[in-house]
Every structure is written in C-alpha cells, then in structure tokens.
C-alpha cells in the first residue's frame, strides 16, 4: 500500500537555488520522516517531525508538517551538486513506528 | 559502529538456484527489516523481526525466507526465484519500539538479478 506521494516526481535545478519537494499521505501519523538515497544505495535519514511540530529546522534543511492537509514539505537550502539523489517521505502504518511505508520519491539534479 | 553491512554487493542466480542474502548490525537495535525496491520506486517493506521474531510479513512469496539467528544477524533466503523477482534488496534496522519515533539505518543494499 502507498502512503505517502511526493511531488514534483523529479526536479532539476542549478547550485544554489534552492529544491522543495512535497510529500501527502492518507493515514494519521504520529510522525513523518524524510530520507535521501543517492543512486542505487542504501537510505540516509535526514529528519523526523512529530505530528505535533509544524515545523523544523537541521542545518540547510527545513521540513514542514501539516496535519490537517495530510502533507509535509522538504526544503533544501543552497542546494549543492552532492544535494543530488532521490528524497522520500517515510510514515510508520503501526504504533511501534515500524511498519514504514514510503512515498514514491522525487528525483532531485542538481547542476553545477 | 553505526554501520549495517550487507553481504553479497551483487548476486546473479539462476531460478532453481539457493542462495542468501546477510545483513549485520551492531548498534544494539533489535528491530531489523527487509525491503525490496525496483528501479525507480520506492522501497517496499518485507519482513520486520523485533527482538528476533518476526513481526511483520507483507504476504511476501514463500521463496523468499527471513530467519534472525540473533540480534546483529539477518538473513533472507531465496529460492527458486523469478525474473521479476531482480531488485535492490535493504536491509535496516532500528532501535526497540519505544513509541513510534524510530528512525531507520540502511545498508547499502545487495543488488540481485535473477536469469
């Protein structure tokens, strides 16, 4: 089943601009997650935000989360080449936090 | 150490072939996790043992076969797979539940091609 949507789907942009991608999903969460994958590796957590934040900072990143619209956005400041990967929004479907299902990501380029 | 490891990089198998795929971690999680994840999609839960029993199974085909033989190790056994079967398979692990705040680490995938 698919939680989580993200859009836009794929997003090119120049160094130093900066990337937003959205994420919605269907269920309530008691939080979100965001995660990076550069190609064909493994996941990197960036940030989580619980559903009672509405917003949260971690270095050049800010996460957004809005509950009553079901949707969170993730804004990468000053995007750099190596900012370059696939970004996934990430709910847990249980209380343990463990039956995750991802959305289906936004492919971000970032161009020198 | 706040690595999880997966053993083999890459696998080529044969359908009527056995093999498995091997996932270490040693933070002291005791929640561990397969996911699979075709080109372009997102990853797709599994499995997931919690304190080495199984925990959550996504009505995956019984080709592929978890087993948790403690809490660092997790194996997936695959046999008599299909083509479509070919993808990236995760492994990750967490901290134990403690609310629903647990956030994942990933290996760096095993990439399987089934001929």
């Known amino acids: 089943s698919q939680q989580g949507e993200e859009d836009p789907q794929a997003l090119s942009i120049q160094e130093g601009e900066n990337a937003t991608m959205n994420c919605s999903y269907k269920t309530s969460i008691n939080n979100l997650q965001w995660y990076r994958q550069n190609s064909g590796r493994g996941l990197v957590h960036l940030i989580l935000i619980r559903s009672n934040e509405r917003e949260k900072h971690s270095g050049r990143l800010r996460v957004t989360l809005d509950t009553s619209k079901k949707s969170s956005s993730l804004l990468i400041t000053a995007s750099r080449a190596a900012d370059t990967a696939s970004y996934f929004c990430a709910t847990a479907l249980d209380n343990y936090g463990q039956n995750f299902v991802f959305g289906p990501g936004t492919r971000l380029s970032v161009l020198p | 150490d706040t690595e999880v490891t997966q053993t083999p990089k890459h696998l080529v198998m044969g359908m009527t072939n056995k093999k498995s795929l091997k996932c270490e971690q040693h933070m002291g999680h005791r929640a561990m996790y397969w996911y699979k994840q075709k080109a372009k999609k997102p990853p797709e839960l599994m499995f997931v043992?919690?304190?080495?029993?199984?925990?959550i199974n996504e009505s995956v085909p019984s080709r592929f076969s978890p087993e948790c033989p403690n809490s660092s190790l997790l194996n997936l056994h695959l046999h008599a797979l299909q083509p479509e079967d070919s993808a990236l398979y995760l492994c990750?692990?967490?901290?134990?539940?403690?609310?629903?705040?647990?956030?994942?680490?990933f290996g760096p995938g095993t990439r399987l091609t089934v001929l």
């Open positions: 043992y919690s304190y080495e029993k199984l925990s």
């Open positions: 990750a692990s967490s901290q134990p539940p403690r609310g629903s705040y647990n956030e994942q680490f």
